[in-house]
Nanobody, 133 residues
């Protein structure tokens, strides 16, 4: 089995920054690809950013492009989400998710950013991000 543990959430003022971490263990290897999703209270879960296997191709939701950056430390088996220029619309529970096998480099953005259980098998418990205005 595999496990994902998110950390780094908190309360921040608009315009501020946070860095989320997703530590993987067990048979989950971040080099195979990881995605970040978020779910605002009462709304559906949405894809935020993904990083694929191999060359680490990234995809971002339009709402976070230019503000968020996903990266990974394969040696530490950890993925990060650097979030800058936060605004109240970014308030949500943030989750990381790992595939059953890999996120291929060729996977289109719309599929990589979808919470498709055929792609993502492992999910963390989430970390809350709250942005005050």
């Amino acid at each position: 089995q595999g496990q994902l543990v998110e950390s780094g959430g908190g309360l921040v003022q608009a315009g501020g920054s946070l860095r989320l971490s997703c530590a993987a263990s067990g048979n989950v290897r971040v080099h195979n690809g990881i995605a970040w999703f978020r779910q605002p209270f009462g709304k559906e879960r949405e894809g935020v950013a993904t990083i694929s296997t191999a060359d680490g191709r990234t995809h971002y939701a339009d709402s976070v492009k230019g503000r968020f950056t996903i990266s990974r430390d394969s040696a530490a088996n950890t993925v990060y989400l650097q979030m800058n220029g936060l605004n109240p619309e970014d308030t949500a529970m943030y989750y990381c998710a790992a595939p059953a096998i890999v996120i291929p480099m060729s996977l289109p953005a719309n599929k990589a950013l979808s919470a498709n259980p055929d792609i993502y098998k492992y999910w963390g418990q989430g970390t809350q991000v709250t942005v005050s205005s």
